[in-house]
């Protein structure tokens, strides 16, 4: 009985977000640039709404506050590199966003091969792209999996239950494009909202009086939880200052991201949404309180189960219609992020890595989406990881195309030779040490030593090239044609 | 050196030296502050001081941004 209410309450959430989204493109006409790009149409409202609502994720559902269950401080890091993504997005992106209006381009490997001249660099920048969103999409699998499984009181086939929403999920996008995506987060935002008020602010009132009653709680149980351990390897203060820094650098690489500040209607709103973005972050203080509250009330869960921490607090203290809502609140939170993912990644296939004509666009995308689907589902079907776990590694290497972008809008770009070099470097860096399946050396996150031999092998090479051309430079790469 | 007046992506978005620095101030307080910062005490309206820290930051990092936004040439 509890599971048939809490898991009708989940279904109708998603339906309705569903339908609300189809609803607001009913008259609109699928243009590729309309499926991909919303049409370049987004004033600050839609952009923020879509932004906050691609970040807001499972991971930011379930997994910081796994994290702040589970390791305590270290989780700190997710509130700060977002900001730091908004800073940089603020100086570099609006110079981007006109040169991808100017030459009709949809995604980042259109920019990449574009800028650089470069089809082979954009191919690498799709393949990159495209490999490294994969295990971001698998991680809302996993929460909406977790998710319908509390919501099942343990009496359904999760797995399934999780890939019926995500065949729900495909559907829509396939539908609807990125407009449909950006309406329906208008619902998931103002739902995920109520839930993380209800998690961050209830609970912890609810046990222990306060938000400021749970921290005094933990501190005397784990008394070094608030703060960063140093000496122990991982998760000292070198590894969270690197790990700032490499996932706020690459934070707008994702596809998706970069798709959706593309989707604005100016660089001035670019500008704005970087501005009021970090705001927005502080959901995710209510998050850890959830997490920390769910430590005490509920504690022993370890691994990648530290992950299903205060829904099982909810599940056990409150009523089924209370665990309905949240938890469907959290299954939009996925489904709504992986229908922008994944129309990203197809949009890079079809368009970068198959190169579909224009006309044909709209429908290669489509079937893309279908296929990455099934994709992702399979990869999900075999993974263990938790949900911070998968987006680092998505981070390592979606972040190692930021000095390829970045450094592509200085007066004279470094020649695609070297930028190729120094992703390839980075990849192999990456590739060597999750064979040995190391996740810091000396303190410091892989991705960002990745990142570092990157950015060395690139101008390394770039200074032979141009010491071997004779000094004055290699060809231009580009001078803009204004129209 | 002829062609310093050529036309230059991130010309149109007039960015000073000014509007960077201003916004550095936020960018190192989040990814160099937290090595000194990395303590409990003194807390913070109950939150450890690191986490009020942090807090603090990113609450202040639209105010500089906004200022950023003000020294860019237009």
Redesign the interface.
């Known amino acids: 009985m509890n599971s048939l209410v809490a898991l009708l309450i989940i279904f109708f959430v998603i339906i309705g977000t569903i339908g609300f989204g189809i609803f607001g493109v009913r008259k609109v006409r699928m243009s590729p640039s309309q499926f991909i790009l919303g049409g370049r149409s987004f004033g600050i409202i839609f952009l923020w709404l879509l932004s906050a609502g691609e970040i807001y994720t499972s991971f930011t559902f379930l997994g910081a506050a796994g994290w702040a269950y589970g390791r305590g401080?270290p989780a700190?890091y997710i509130?700060?590199y977002l900001?730091?993504s908004?800073?940089?997005l603020?100086?570099y992106f609006?110079?981007i966003w006109?040169?991808a209006q100017r030459h009709g381009l949809l995604t980042s490997a259109d920019y990449i091969g574009h800028k650089y001249r470069s089809p082979a660099l954009g191919f690498l920048a799709a393949l990159v792209g495209v490999f490294f969103l994969i295990p971001y999409i698998t991680l809302q699998l996993t929460g909406i999996q977790i998710l319908l499984q509390i919501g099942g009181y343990g009496t359904i086939n999760s797995p399934a239950a999780a890939g019926a929403a995500f065949a729900l999920i495909i559907g829509f996008v396939w539908i609807s494009g990125l407009r449909g995506a950006a309406w329906a987060s208008l619902i998931k935002d103002a739902l995920v909202l109520a839930g993380v008020i209800f998690a961050g602010i209830v609970l912890p009132i609810h046990f222990f009086g306060?938000?400021?009653g749970v921290?005094?709680a933990v501190?005397k149980v784990h008394p070094n939880w608030?703060?960063?351990v140093n000496g122990t390897g991982n998760y000292g203060?070198v590894w969270?200052?690197s790990t700032?820094?490499l996932s706020?650098l690459g934070g707008f690489m994702f596809p998706h991201a970069f798709a959706s500040n593309l989707a604005a209607k100016s660089?001035d709103t670019i500008?704005r949404n970087?501005?009021?973005l970090?705001?927005y972050?502080?959901m995710l203080?209510l998050v850890?309180f959830a997490g920390f509250t769910a430590l005490l009330v509920h504690p022993g869960l370890t691994g990648a189960a530290a992950d299903q921490s205060f829904m099982l607090v909810v599940q056990q203290h409150y009523p089924p219609w209370v665990l309905g809502i949240i938890a469907g609140a959290g299954c939009l939170a996925g489904l709504v992020p992986a229908a922008a993912q994944i129309l990203a990644a197809a949009s890079l296939l079809s368009r970068n890595l198959f190169r579909v004509r224009e006309e044909k666009l709209t429908s290669a995308t489509r079937l893309w989406i279908v296929v990455m689907a099934v994709l992702a589902f399979g990869l999900w079907f075999f993974n263990g990881a938790s949900l911070v776990g998968l987006l680092l590694i998505s981070y390592s290497g979606t972040t190692q195309l930021f000095p390829g972008v970045v450094l592509s809008?200085r007066?004279q770009p470094p020649h695609p030779i070297s930028v190729t070099t120094g992703i390839l470097i980075a990849l192999a860096i990456l590739a060597g040490f999750a064979f040995a399946q190391v996740t810091a050396f000396y303190g410091v996150h892989v991705g960002t030593v990745a990142l570092v031999a990157n950015v060395v092998c690139l101008f390394v090479v770039d200074y032979v090239m141009r010491v071997r051309k004779g000094g004055s430079g290699h060809q231009k790469v580009e001078?803009?044609v204004?129209t | 050196m002829g062609s310093e007046k050529?036309?230059?992506?991130?010309d149109?978005?007039g960015?000073t030296v000014g509007s960077?620095i201003v916004?550095a101030i936020?960018?190192l307080a989040?990814?160099?502050g937290?090595?000194f910062a990395?303590?409990?005490e003194p807390r913070i309206?109950?939150?450890?001081f690191?986490?009020a820290y942090?807090?603090f930051?990113?609450?202040m990092?639209?105010v500089f941004?906004?200022c950023?936004?003000r020294l860019r040439k237009r």
């Open positions: 401080a700190f509130i700060c900001t730091v908004c800073i940089t603020f100086f609006p110079a006109r040169i306060s938000p400021k921290i005094d501190l608030m703060t960063l203060t969270f200052m700032v820094l706020g660089p500008r970087a501005m009021i970090p705001l972050q502080m203080l850890f809008l007066k001078t803009e204004r | 050529e036309s230059h992506d991130l149109e978005d960015i960077l916004a936020p960018f989040l990814t160099v937290p090595l990395n303590r409990l309206l109950g939150l450890p690191l986490l942090l807090v930051s990113v609450l990092t639209p941004l906004f950023a936004d």
